[in-house]
């Protein structure tokens, strides 16, 4: 039997905004894009396909069939089945009940429903999963839906998943010093971004490595690639514009809040330039002590 879902406000937004990011990915790709060299910054595929492959890099895990990958906070899976198709087994979480249902059909649809398995858990008490079952684990703009500013719930229950030697990594946005010592504007944008999604708080850099050493990580590193998901980020007015066209034409007066709410958070991210002093997108790795 799978847990019933926790997180009811987290459900409810991606019950009703899920749909819109085929809009922003016909890969379902839920989270921002890394520009390296050699990418065009006008085609955003390639860029969120290489956020997963920036991941999975850092990961460096074995592609055997023993050294199984979790995804934390899996969304339908897009950044699962691009590991799979990498070669690696994967067991994605999400506590959205249509996302495991859409994520399956589309394993299925894509020829991955072996290599792929999603589950409806939350990560941060994943009572069907056996400790030390995981060679590598990531989050893709999902830890910062865990609890305050360290994500302590969702770190301790990576460390019991992963098997030691196994290495995290998280890709989001983090303060880099604590709210409290933000300006008037910045704070405010941040918190509007964060209701719009239903995120109690993005992560604090210190906090967040504070919780991943209490819990046996070492080798911890932040790489601010803020720079790398811009471009990115520029395409969100165009991706909206479209959006709201869609909905005036389909004449649907009664969209849900949370549609709104995510078309609104996700504009907002435009001026978040102005919080760069503050607030920054890190690719955070770390590995499981011993
Ligand atoms: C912005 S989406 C990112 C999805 C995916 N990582 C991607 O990049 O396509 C955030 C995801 O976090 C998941 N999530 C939030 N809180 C969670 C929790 N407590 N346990 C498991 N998943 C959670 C949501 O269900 C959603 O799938």
Known sequence: ????????????????????????????????????????????????????????????????????????????????????????????????????????????????????????????????LAAGGFAGAYSIESACYARGLGKRDLVREVSRLLRPGGRLVIADGFYRVPPSRLGRTARGLLRAIERGWAVESFAEREAFRGALEEHGFRDIRFEDVSWNVAASVAHVPFVSARFLLRAALAGRRGLHRERWRNVGSSLLTTLIGVTVPWFGYFLVSATRGP
Do not use: K
Not at 74 to 87: D, L, N
Not at 105 to 124: H, I, M, P, S, W
């Open 1 to 128: 039997m799978e847990e019933a879902p926790r997180g009811a406000d987290v459900v409810a937004h991606y019950e009703h905004a899920t749909e819109d990011y085929e809009l922003w990915s016909p890969g379902y790709n839920m989270h921002f894009g890394y520009l390296r060299r050699g990418l065009s910054p006008f085609r955003r595929e390639p860029m969120l396909e290489e956020m997963n492959r920036q991941v999975r890099r850092r990961l460096g895990a074995p592609r055997r069939d023993d050294a199984r990958l979790l995804d934390l906070g899996c969304g339908v899976g897009a950044s699962a089945r691009s590991m799979a198709r990498a070669g690696h087994r994967v067991t994605g979480l999400t506590i959205v009940p249509s996302q495991v249902r859409r994520a399956r059909a589309l394993n299925e649809r894509a020829g991955l429903g072996e290599r792929v398995e999603v589950l409806l858990q939350d990560y941060t008490r994943a009572d069907a």
